[in-house]
């Protein structure tokens, strides 16, 4: 199985695809990447990839594996990332 791109893999394809510099390249995905956490809450859609949402998860009972004892796991708001169609059916094809 191949390696997850790196960084600057990302940034010099990037670069490459849109003729312009590394740096700004770099820049973009930098200022991409704020604007995804400033808006998250309020959800944020990236057109053609998914989109980041904060789901609140209900408070439930978990099991310990190591003893087998049962402990009350609290209620918490988590982060999810819902992929769009359009990103399934290229992938999967």
């Known amino acids: 199985m191949a390696k997850a791109l790196t960084k600057s893999q990302i940034v010099a394809s990037v670069a490459e695809a849109t003729e312009i510099s590394k740096k700004q390249a770099g820049a973009v995905i930098e200022a991409l990447v704020c604007l995804a956490?400033?808006?998250?809450?309020?959800s944020?859609?990236?057109p053609g990839l998914g989109k980041l949402v904060l789901v609140n998860r209900k408070a439930r009972m978990g099991r310990n594996p190591a003893t087998g004892a049962t402990i009350k796991i609290p209620a918490k708001r988590v982060?999810?990332?819902?992929?769009a169609k359009a990103c399934k059916d290229a992938i999967l094809g």
């Open 37 to 42: 956490y400033k808006n998250a809450k309020n």
């Open 44 to 46: 944020f859609t990236l």
């Open 79 to 83: 982060v999810k990332f819902r992929v």
